[in-house]
């Protein structure tokens, strides 16, 4: 059964460094692909077979798997007018949905605010690395950022237990008897009172949690574990930001994307294997995007900055199949030898805010932008 | 046995020291107390020792940061620099022209570019402000980082042109849409050697193997635009000199520089963008600046030095008024701390604090920089805060700590010390901070729990040890060292 929609959570799979489209979705037949890339392409025998004359890069096979069962949704060609090739501030772009000028608010942020407008609930998103991707940040969101579950908490070098919870104990007593001292005092108060209990509340989730499914040894691993140790236990979370990377592949990439691939696609198979489990995979959407797609042609080794690219949701609610459309690799079409995006980023993110997460998207992506319908909510 | 000062006067030069540099240890504090506060003053803004850094071991044991081709690694050079360095407020306001002039190594693809404008800013950041306004526009980064090399004869691009109005000089609202454009044109011609290739390895955007190719000025005369130009009611054959001299003129100009200036030295001012609709927190602070740029012909330390010795720099609701930044939170634990004479992996690890705190040094956001204040603080950043400087001060040997011990231990003078006067003399020597009184009951009953403070005999001593080193990290936890 679903949940309602309060209850509906994400997982945003950050691929950082700009994940080569053309070599994850291939179109391994088109004769452009191949004029294009005659270093760095993968061939027929080598790609897993798609459909619509597409191939899967061979390391995607658990998105492949999803994809038959009809949980994937395949979002082609997306970007944002005058694309721009600086890693930094296309994410930006991504991460704010401002791509014209730059923003100080996370879209994820301004949900936040949304869902808890008076902070209450200080994990309403955990964020896997030490610093916090700027799509989470807006004044007032609370937001605990995790490199590991099992020590993660204030004053956690301190090693013996008894002096930890003394040092803790003397924090939280300090900090709430300082409220009342005026406004910054407050704010530093009460910041480091929700740190302190959102710290609780997650480091007791690892002890919560019992499941079968073996996660890999790499990072993203590691994080798509914690976040469905976290999903698991229920404690209030519906954003989890994961990312990987780099998919900054300038050299040796057909190597270094497909072992990128194995690791979040095998991240993401075992973080739905164990929702699913666990029963609790229906109210969950997994949202994977990358800052950017990569030059059409190659440049011996690698690809350099692009501009338009693939992103996908999963989950139980996706309607799979392809979204919009594959961008023309014909010459007359490029933008700066670059794929022309066809879609803007933020109609997803509308859809994500709006029709999943009961947010109202318009002032987060400062407009309307028409919906995939790509979600099956009945 | 060192002079006995007020408590009145060394909060007032603790409260110098953190803001024109990155805080004092004991032995500096003492000694800037004896030559006294305007002199000190005076030796901030003329330093006469040289950055001595070791760039032989640098070499040795840091190659990266020797090379300054990735970003961590310059970021841990200057972080070491930071902490280093024997002239706090030529590292300060590199630190602060680095916030207004906002060049990141992101774009840039290595970061020597961005630390030899940090050189720049280093040798020429408290002189006069057209001679660094001019200089600003002849570095190498800024103009691969605002696209000059692409403002063309004919063919301009406005990037520089806006944003040196915008961002650096001016502020919105005191220049129009055409002064921009007439502003780039000025520009033309102004570009690095070789730009076109440049310009193609920088969008390729790889390290290697092009990381050694430094980047120099050149002006082009034959792609300068030699037409007429209108800009800011002044027209003529304009060059980027004359816009340059024409900018400083501008009554806008120091008054934009002071607030900046304000905002970084004295109180949180409200981001930038909304400078042009609110007025500053104190507007007869901003005049006395601005009239000391125009009585010294445009010289930055004269504003400094009208700024410090001012009362509204002095006075006691200024202190502590400044939530930190990561970076003064980093490199001033550190500090007090000690024991980071050589460059060691703790630069590496203190990048990563900061950058998780939301300060990645020489990778401001945007061009638009850090705008600090409250936005520094959220509950990610606030567990980084406390475990960084709890962590940093867990170390009873480093040389810091050991010193605030002999401190301690004179203060104590053969007798026992009771928790309350622990906690005093621990308040007083990590700011003074003044915290408030359940503050200070919770940091009394904390220390009472770990046991007494004497040092008898070597027994006692090793507990006094533990109890001082466990109570300064919980010190450091209060509110009131998020602030400075």
Redesign the interface.
């Known amino acids: 059964m679903m949940g309602d929609e309060k209850n509906r959570k994400v997982v945003v799979v950050q691929l950082s460094g700009g994940n080569d489209y053309l070599n994850c979705v291939v179109p391994y037949n088109n004769p452009r692909y191949i004029d294009n890339r005659p270093n760095v392409r993968l061939s027929e025998d080598q790609i897993i077979p798609f459909d619509n004359g597409y191939g899967l890069n061979p390391s995607m096979q658990p998105v492949k798997d999803l994809y038959d069962e009809g949980k994937v949704a395949v979002i082609h060609g997306v970007g944002y007018p005058q694309p721009n090739?600086?890693?930094?501030?296309s994410m930006?772009i991504w991460h704010t949905a401002e791509p014209t000028k730059?923003g100080?608010k996370g879209w994820l942020g301004q949900a936040i605010r949304e869902m808890t407008p008076d902070g209450d609930n200080?994990v309403i998103a955990v964020?896997f690395a030490?610093?916090?991707p700027?799509a989470l940040?807006t004044?007032g969101?609370?937001?605990?950022?995790v490199t590991d579950l099992n020590s993660y908490?204030?004053?956690?070098?301190?090693d013996a237990a008894p002096?930890r919870s003394?040092?803790l104990d003397?924090?939280r007593?300090?900090?709430s008897?300082?409220l009342g001292?005026g406004p910054?005092?407050d704010?530093?108060?009460k910041?480091?009172l929700?740190?302190l209990r959102?710290?609780d509340i997650l480091s007791a989730v690892p002890q919560k949690y019992a499941s079968t499914v073996e996660y890999g040894s790499n990072p993203f691993a590691k994080s798509a574990k914690s976040a469905a140790q976290v999903l698991l236990a229920d404690v209030g979370t519906r954003i989890c930001y994961t990312q990987h990377g780099s998919f900054?592949t300038?050299?040796n990439e057909v190597a270094l994307q497909a072992r990128l691939w194995d690791d979040v696609a095998g991240g993401i198979r075992d973080l739905y294997t164990d929702l699913k489990t666990h029963d609790a995979s229906d109210d969950v959407l997994i949202f994977v995007f990358s800052e950017f797609g990569r030059r059409v042609k190659d440049?011996g080794n690698g690809t350099?900055?692009g501009s338009g690219g693939v992103a996908f949701l999963i989950g139980d609610r996706v309607k799979g199949g392809h979204y919009s459309e594959y961008p023309s690799l014909d010459d007359d079409k490029l933008v700066e030898g670059d794929l022309a995006f066809n879609l803007d980023f933020r109609s997803v993110y509308s859809e994500i805010l709006e029709d999943w997460m009961a947010v109202e998207a318009k002032p987060i992506v400062n407009g309307t932008y028409e919906k995939l319908g790509c979600l099956n909510l009945n | 046995m060192p002079t006995v000062h007020s408590k009145q006067d060394v909060a007032l030069m603790a409260h110098l020291l953190r803001r024109a540099g990155f805080g004092a240890t004991l032995q500096e504090l003492d000694r800037c107390l004896e030559q006294g506060y305007e002199a000190t003053v005076e030796a901030l803004l003329s330093p006469s020792a040289p950055d001595a850094v070791p760039e032989d071991l640098i070499r040795r044991y840091h190659v990266d940061q020797s090379d300054l081709r990735n970003h961590a690694a310059g970021a841990a050079y200057w972080i070491y620099r930071m902490v280093q360095t024997p002239a706090p407020l030529r590292e300060k306001m590199s630190l602060f022209w680095h916030r207004v002039f906002a060049t990141?190594a992101?774009?840039l693809i290595q970061a020597r570019m961005v630390a030899n404008q940090l050189d720049m800013f280093r040798d020429h950041g408290m002189g006069s402000f057209q001679d660094l306004l001019l200089r600003l526009s002849r570095d190498p980064a800024m103009m691969m980082w605002l696209d000059n090399q692409d403002n063309h004869k004919g063919s301009i691009n406005e990037n520089y042109g806006r944003e040196i109005l915008e961002l650096f000089s001016m502020g919105v609202g005191n220049y129009t849409e055409d002064d921009i454009k007439e502003c780039a044109r000025a520009f033309t011609g102004w570009r690095v050697v070789n730009p076109d290739y440049m310009s193609i390895r920088m969008?390729?955007?790889?390290a290697?193997p092009y990381g050694y190719i430094a980047w120099q000025f050149e002006y082009d005369d034959t792609d300068h635009d030699h037409d007429e130009k209108t800009f800011l009611g002044q027209v003529g054959d304009l060059n980027g000199e004359d816009v340059v001299a024409i900018i400083c003129r501008q009554e806008a100009t120091p008054r934009f520089i002071a607030r900046h200036l304000y905002h970084f030295f004295v109180a949180d001012e409200v981001?930038v963008p909304q400078w042009p609709h609110t007025a500053p927190r104190d507007p007869q602070a901003i005049d006395l600046m601005c009239q000391a740029y125009f009585d010294s012909n445009y010289d930055i330390s004269a504003m400094l030095r009208a700024m410090f010795n001012a009362d509204f720099f002095k006075s006691e609701a200024a202190r502590f008024a400044r939530?930190k930044s990561p970076v003064e939170m980093v490199v001033g634990t550190l500090r007090m701390a000690g024991g980071l004479e050589l460059p060691s992996t703790d630069t590496y690890a203190a990048v990563?604090?900061c950058?998780?705190m939301?300060q990645?040094p020489m990778?401001p956001?945007?061009?638009?920089g850090w705008?600090g204040g409250?936005?520094w603080?959220?509950?990610?950043?606030?567990?980084?805060r406390?475990?960084f400087a709890?962590?940093v001060l867990?170390d009873p040997g480093k040389p810091g700590i050991q010193a605030i011990i002999g401190r301690i231990r004179d203060l104590a003078n053969g007798r026992g010390l009771s928790a309350e006067e622990l906690v005093d003399a621990c308040l007083h020597i990590v700011g003074p901070l003044e915290v408030?009184d359940?503050?200070r009951?919770?940091?009394i009953?904390?220390a009472r729990?770990w046991g007494d403070v004497d040092f008898a005999d070597a027994a006692s001593t090793a507990q006094a040890e533990r109890t001082i080193v466990?109570l300064l990290?919980?010190v450091v936890?209060?509110?009131e060292y998020?602030?400075v």
Do not use: C, W
């Open positions: 090739r600086s890693h930094f501030r930006d730059v100080d200080v964020n030490a610093a916090l700027r940040v004044l969101a609370p937001v605990a950022s908490g204030l004053l956690n070098h301190i002096q003394q040092a003397a924090f007593d300090m900090y008897r300082a001292n910054v005092m704010y530093l108060s910041t480091g929700d740190a959102g710290a900054d300038h050299t440049n350099d900055h | 990141a992101t774009k969008r390729n955007n790889t290697r981001p939530v990563g604090v950058a998780a939301g990645f990778n956001p945007s061009v638009e705008q409250s936005e603080i959220n509950t990610g950043a606030y567990v980084q406390v475990n709890s962590r867990s408030p359940s503050t009951d919770g940091l009953e904390y729990s466990a990290q919980l936890t209060t509110q998020q602030m």
